[in-house]
DNA sequence: CCCTGATTCGC
DNA sequence: GCGAATCAGG
């Protein structure tokens, strides 16, 4: 398989998406992971989150030789106009949906009021309003379906830790499904828990 | 052990 | 330019 220009595009779509290389060389087909992340490379855009200009000092890990290889930066930019649909806020329509609780999301408070917090203790991490994206719900709600139903006692390293139901009935259980590499939730609900790091980053302030 | 991206280097 | 092997990390 050789990068086609189609090809290059999926790629830099997807890694642009945040997805994986071992998603996008899945997706490819024909190639690695490690053909994938060769070729990002190569194409240089390793950095995922391309913030030009506010480069400070750092990046200079070589104090002696500088560059044995001369690096032209040919770059050309305005090449992708990128019709970026700005996906519209999800749409919380979920009136006369049925009684199964929705699983509870970490960021979720349950109590609006009471900013109480352990003392001296750092606020956690709260990933900003918790827009999840309408796909991510989709999926969620797809994976809840088929969910192992695990307890608790099998729960493992590697399984979703998820939680599904209502703690005070039998009606509960952990998702169970594969957990992402180093992290607790599958990949549907790892979408839910955290944001993609990517959307909006900062809406003008 | 599973996974991630980063880098090297022979091709 | 390519990507397997390797490295470094979670």
């Not at 900013?115 to 309408?134: D, F």
């Not at 957990?179 to 609900?189: F, L, N």
């Amino acid at each position: 398989m050789s990068w086609t220009d189609e090809r290059v595009e999926t790629l830099k779509r997807m890694w642009g998406e945040g997805q994986s290389a071992s998603a996008i060389a899945k997706e490819l087909g024909g190639v690695t992971r490690n053909a994938v992340i060769g070729k990002v490379h190569r194409l240089g855009l390793s950095n995922r989150t391309d913030d030009s200009g506010t480069e400070s000092a750092a990046a200079a890990p070589t104090p002696k030789a500088e560059q044995p290889t001369p690096e032209k930066k040919a770059e050309k930019k305005p090449a992708a106009p990128k019709p970026e649909a700005e996906p519209i806020a999800a749409k919380p329509e979920r009136a006369a949906e049925k009684p199964t609780i929705v699983a509870p999301q970490p960021n979720f408070t349950p109590a609006p009021r009471r900013p109480i917090v352990p003392a001296g203790q750092p606020l956690p991490p709260q990933p900003s309003a918790n827009e999840i994206s309408p796909e991510a719900l989709a999926s969620v709600r797809e994976v809840e379906k088929k969910a192992r139903k695990l307890s608790l006692m099998e729960l493992t390293e590697r399984t979703c830790k998820w939680p599904i139901g209502d703690p005070a009935t039998d009606k509960f259980w952990f998702c169970g499904l594969p957990s992402q590499a180093g992290k607790p939730y599958c990949e549907a609900h790892v979408g839910v828990a955290f944001q993609p790091m990517s959307s909006r980053r900062d809406r003008r302030r």
